[in-house]
């Protein structure tokens, strides 16, 4: 599975919107990019995924870019709760395997 | 999204004890499970794969007889921490992957296991 960067850390003001970016230029072409979170002492939840369009849900856009070698998870409006440490995941679609890197641990702020 | 609990959700036991954990899948199927150690400021290492019906697939410096995985239902996969030490203590999480689900298929995580050997 294709290697992916994150800043370790990352503050944003409540309300605004958290934009937290991923780099994984050795991406192939059949591999998914995830988001989940870890809130502290809690398992991760699942954000969101796509594979080169830009998806959106309830949670959250994701944005990857024409070259699919970057990503970037925006929340569009940030509250207390979204507190955690948010990991970018690249996976081979059908290979079940997540192999979870440092993350980024996104405070935010009052 | 689709939700998977495991139990007990914190044990505390002594050495040499054998401790169960379960992961359950409550609304969907999961042909495959996964199950994750995280040792404090760290993050997830997956130890395993466990497939419905056949023996788990274990990660490389992963003691096989002594986590000891079992998958017998679709719903229900269970993880034993045999003659535990204080070195197993951590948080231990498993995830589920929804069956029938391509089109990039999800695991959903549960709430995570925290095991103290003393």
């Known amino acids: 599975d294709a290697k992916t960067t994150q800043p370790p850390s990352m503050d944003c003001a409540e309300g605004r919107a958290a934009n937290l970016p991923c780099n994984h230029s050795?991406?192939?072409?059949?591999?998914?990019v995830y988001w989940y979170r870890q809130i502290h002492s809690q398992g991760p939840q699942y954000i969101i995924h796509g594979l080169k369009n830009n998806e959106t849900n309830e949670m959250a856009s994701l944005i990857i870019t024409e070259d699919r070698k970057s990503s970037t998870l925006i929340l569009p409006h940030a509250t207390l709760r979204d507190t955690a440490v948010y990991y970018c995941?690249?996976?081979?679609?059908?290979?079940?395997?997540?192999?979870f890197g440092t993350g980024t641990r996104l405070t935010i702020i009052p | 999204g689709a939700v998977v609990s495991q139990h007990p959700s914190r044990v505390i036991c002594k050495s040499g004890t054998s401790v169960k954990i379960e992961c359950r899948s409550l609304d969907f199927q999961a042909t495959t499970m996964f199950w994750y150690r995280q040792f404090p400021k760290q993050s997830l290492m997956l130890m395993a794969t466990s497939n419905e019906g056949s023996k788990a697939t274990y990660e490389q410096g992963v003691e096989k007889d002594k986590f000891l995985i079992n998958h017998a239902s679709l719903t229900l996969s269970t993880l034993t921490v045999t003659s535990a030490h204080p070195e197993d203590s951590s948080f231990y999480i498993c995830s589920a992957r929804e069956r029938g689900f391509w089109e990039g298929e999800t695991q959903y995580f549960g709430p995570g296991t925290r095991l103290l050997v003393l």
């Open positions: 995941i690249v996976a081979n679609f059908g290979n079940e395997k997540l192999t």
């Open positions: 050795t991406i192939s072409g059949n591999e998914y």
